[in-house]
């Protein structure tokens, strides 16, 4: 467990997947621990209301939730100044591929509350409000620490993006009581341009590859978790569960899927920055920031059957990243592309 925070912190990754990750660690800690202390298998959830299970998984999360908060204070809030809280109007930073990850976070949070809470035994609908309240006041705490640091502040607008992910979760459960619409995540990057970016006074030269590398890591788990032009969040929609035949032939696990993304973003709102003393800026021109917009079909590994209890449990852990497939690609540069494979 230990281990684990350590990772999900170590590499500095954008908030949002931070926490999501944060809870599968929460929550495979916790089937470690349950498998140690009762005959019930951990893989599948009481048929009733288990006190054992509750307590354990309270503790645990109980646990999991101020040794993050501690550790997210220490390693991303620590060494910047402290304010009185304030409120902080982020929207359109990053082009909002931040928003769309809070949205994510928010979902992927409530799901596997939704996942912990059922597995206690409690009653479907109480734990999917059970599950909304949490994600949304693990996404709250985030944003009380960003109130309080003089970079950041409150963002009312990243309240309103994490308030639609528990929704999103939370609406599918009590209308069909079953997951149709699923949040995923993919990451792949592309080269980015190594010609010289001489500083505004000439006198020093980096790349866009060097920003890239100072903004965003090197290491494979740094770029998937952190780089925003490398990133697409997708709503991945199963078709089969809005086919009302009983015995349609349909594949249950094809999905199609829609995706966001952004290109050419080196700096919250605009393609400046200070390195080393040295002031740069980036021809809008040449490198115009702009939206993605992905139509594509997707896998959902949960729809696939297995009489296994663990592979259904592996499946739907990594049924948080989209399948690389036959990607259609538009764009707010009014362009459109065909990607054969895409991730």
């Not at 281990?3 to 931070?18: A, C, E, K, T």
């Not at 009581?177 to 970016?197: C, D, G, L």
């Amino acid at each position: 467990m230990t281990f684990g925070i350590y990772f999900v912190y170590q590499y500095n990754m954008s908030l949002y997947l931070r926490h999501a990750l944060l809870f599968l660690v929460l929550f495979s800690t916790i089937s470690l621990l349950a498998q140690k202390q009762e005959q019930l298998s951990f893989w599948q959830p009481a048929e009733e209301f288990n006190k054992k299970r509750f307590w354990l998984a309270t503790g645990v999360g109980t646990t999991l939730y101020t040794a993050s908060m501690i550790g997210l204070n220490e390693l991303w809030y620590k060494d910047f100044p402290r304010s009185k809280f304030h409120f902080f109007d982020d929207r359109g930073e990053w082009e909002d591929m931040d928003k769309a990850g809070h949205t994510f976070s928010a979902y992927m949070e409530s799901r596997l509350f939704f996942q912990g809470v059922r597995w206690t035994g409690m009653d479907r609908d109480k734990a999917v409000w059970v599950a909304f309240a949490g994600g949304t006041f693990i996404q709250a705490s985030i944003e009380l620490l960003d109130g309080y640091s003089e970079k950041w502040g409150f963002s009312v607008a990243d309240i309103g993006f994490n308030t639609l992910g528990c929704g999103v979760f939370a609406a599918q459960e009590l209308i069909w009581q079953e997951q149709r619409f699923t949040m995923k995540v993919s990451s792949f990057r592309r080269p980015y341009p190594m010609a010289p970016i001489y500083s505004a006074d000439g006198s020093n030269s980096t790349s866009i590859q060097a920003r890239a590398d100072q903004l965003f890591g090197t290491s494979p788990a740094a770029v998937f978790l952190k780089d925003y032009n490398a990133q697409t969040l997708w709503l991945s929609g199963n078709i089969h569960s809005f086919i009302n035949k009983k015995n349609s032939k349909f594949p249950k696990w094809l999905n199609v899927a829609v995706g966001y993304g952004i290109q050419n973003v080196y700096g919250g709102f605009e393609n400046s920055w200070i390195y080393e003393g040295q002031s740069y800026q980036l021809s809008e021109i040449e490198y115009p920031r702009y939206r993605q917009f992905y139509l594509s079909l997707d896998v959902d590994l949960s729809k696939i059957k297995t009489k296994n209890a663990f592979l259904r449990t592996v499946f739907n852990v990594l049924n948080i990243i989209k399948i690389p497939s036959p990607t259609l690609e538009l764009n707010t540069l009014g362009r459109s592309k065909f990607h054969p494979f895409f991730f």
